[in-house]
């Protein structure tokens, strides 16, 4: 539905009255756990070492956690760090860190001296929870914080003295007899999750309990199928891999998942497991696309694959579904860590006419507005502007930064995405790019999403990352690193020229093409541009 140029579906989902994400977790998985076709089923299975994790050890071990964290003193309105890889012990971690009151916080193993002590800074947790590669990383980082009290290492032998091992901590306790601590669910927060950082240091994204149960509800409406099997390789510690991880088991799906992606694991996983949905991101689909070894591997088990993070050609939806036969669709979702996952998605459902490339339609209750970019003004079907979201799934704000959370909304209180994108005469969203992202060309706007999925069109080209290049006359040369598909020889000459016949004059590869071996990426399967910006002013400075 579309008035006065801003789009809503459908009323707004029910949430529990008592607004507390741990509440309805525990009630959930107690109501598997009775359920005769559930009660001793698997919910996670780890694909690295084959173990399988029941629903109701899942329980049994976040009440243990929560126990045990009670006993340390923890109590409502703590903030717990958790940093660890993808672990079987991760969500009876936070979940059990939930039912105290607490908040939980979730860290990036990989984040540099500085990063980590600025997002510890930021949250100023009380305990920090981290397995063995998280603390030999980062524990000068941990042990500088003053507000981290207690260290507790999740898996191997304590990496420094003083240090709690994981076993020591549970305190058993009958799931029947406990109860989450009570919270304000519109305002107590249940998760600080970090932005990615794009644009400078990463910010403390403040999620309350009714942001979190939002987008809960949202998975609620999904079939249940009792052989429903999904796998991820999401990070934990990120929104997207943490939240929809958590929520599809709730509502009764198997977990398979990997630490990290490796290729030949990655489909012998979906061929032994006959994984039926992927949660993926977009380099994942594009391996899926035009990776040879694919097509050595039986994937007919495969009915469906969520996507986010990024934008999806149609042209590459349009290849994986013919290696994926019996795939009913690339289902796609558009949202960022300020909008506790989905703010739009494709709806699965014959009565809605889906649209390959979308980020489908806004959720039931959520109101979108695309607004001209200089002068903030409402704009129309088709017209490229700002992503302006406003509804229950907005975060509450950047923990300890009024300003930069003043900053993101505007005066009828919509949340600034920084992402650019239209909707059509029905209402359902494309996203262009990132705002900050655009490169400008003699003073035109190119999106370099879309001259990748351009690029990415050519048979010979596994990988593409666009940018633009400083220049003094005309602003910014789009410029494509490319990643050659194996035994592939195609030459700058020819992708220019395949690309250029179908691109606008603005959005040319005026820069040119630069093969290289890798794009980098972020864990979430964005492309981190500012690493490709540094190559070009390296690839500068080595012709001076």
């Not at 609620?220 to 088991?249: C, F, R």
Request: glycine content about 8%; overall charge neutral; aromatic content about 8%.
């Amino acid at each position: 539905m579309i008035v006065d140029k801003v789009v809503t579906t459908g009323p707004a989902f029910k949430v529990p009255s008592h607004l507390s994400f741990a509440q309805y977790a525990i009630d959930k998985l107690k109501d598997i756990c009775k359920d005769k076709d559930y009660k001793d089923g698997v919910a996670v299975i780890n694909a690295d070492t084959g173990l399988k994790i029941t629903f109701k050890q899942i329980l049994q071990e976040t009440v243990n956690v929560a126990n045990g964290l009670k006993k340390l003193g923890v109590k409502k309105g703590d903030v717990i760090a958790l940093c660890s890889e993808n672990r079987d012990e991760f969500f009876p971690i936070a979940l059990g860190v939930l039912c105290c009151g607490a908040t939980i916080t979730t860290l990036n193993v990989l984040y540099t001296k500085d990063e980590m002590t600025h997002v510890l800074n930021i949250s100023g947790p009380k305990i920090i929870f981290s397995s063995e590669i998280g603390l030999k990383r980062n524990i000068e980082s941990i042990k500088a914080v003053s507000s981290i009290e207690k260290i507790i290492q999740i898996n191997g032998k304590p990496v420094a003295s003083g240090i709690i091992e994981y076993k020591n901590v549970g305190a058993y306790v009958n799931p029947d007899e406990f109860e989450p601590e009570d919270v304000q669910g519109w305002t107590d927060v249940a998760y600080i999750l970090y932005s990615s950082g794009t644009t400078g240091l990463p910010k403390g994204v403040m999620l309350t309990h009714l942001n979190v149960l939002y987008s809960a509800a949202s998975f609620e409406k999904e079939e249940d199928p009792q052989n429903s099997i999904l796998l991820t390789i999401v990070p934990w510690y990120h929104a997207y891999g943490l939240m929809s991880s958590i929520n599809y088991i709730l509502i009764k799906r198997v977990l398979v998942y990997l630490n990290g992606f490796n290729p030949l694991k990655y489909l012998s996983t979906i061929q032994d497991y006959k994984v039926t949905a992927l949660a993926a991101v977009p380099p994942i689909v594009v391996f899926l696309a035009k990776a040879p070894i694919v097509d050595k591997y039986d994937l007919s088990s495969v009915t469906v694959v969520w996507c986010g993070a990024a934008p999806l050609s149609s042209e590459t939806i349009d290849q994986t579904l013919k290696r994926l036969r019996n795939c009913k669709g690339i289902f796609q979702a558009y949202g960022m860590t300020e909008t506790s996952l989905a703010a739009t998605k494709d709806i699965d459902d014959d009565s809605v006419k889906r649209k390959p490339g979308s980020g489908g339609y806004p959720l039931p209750g959520v109101k979108v507005k695309v607004v001209d970019i200089d002068t903030g003004k409402k704009l129309g079907p088709n017209e490229n502007g700002e992503i302006c979201i406003k509804g229950p799934i907005i975060m509450k704000g950047y923990a300890g930064n009024e300003e930069a959370t003043k900053a993101m909304f505007d005066a009828e209180g919509y949340m600034k995405t920084g992402d650019v994108g239209y909707y059509d005469k029905d209402g359902c969203f494309f996203i262009v790019d990132r705002l900050k992202e655009l490169i400008k060309y003699k003073g035109h706007q190119v999106a370099p999403a879309a001259v990748e999925s351009v690029v990415l069109g050519h048979p010979g080209v596994a990988e593409c990352g666009v940018v633009g290049a400083p220049d003094e006359a005309v602003g910014e040369l789009t410029t494509a690193f490319v990643v050659r598909r194996p035994g592939a020889k195609v030459t700058e000459k020819e992708l220019l020229e395949f690309a250029n016949a179908r691109l606008s004059a603005v959005s040319r590869l005026h820069g040119g093409v630069i093969f290289v071996d890798d794009i980098p990426k972020n864990p979430s399967g964005k492309i981190v541009r500012r690493a490709l910006k540094q190559r070009l002013c390296e690839k500068g400075k080595s012709k001076l």
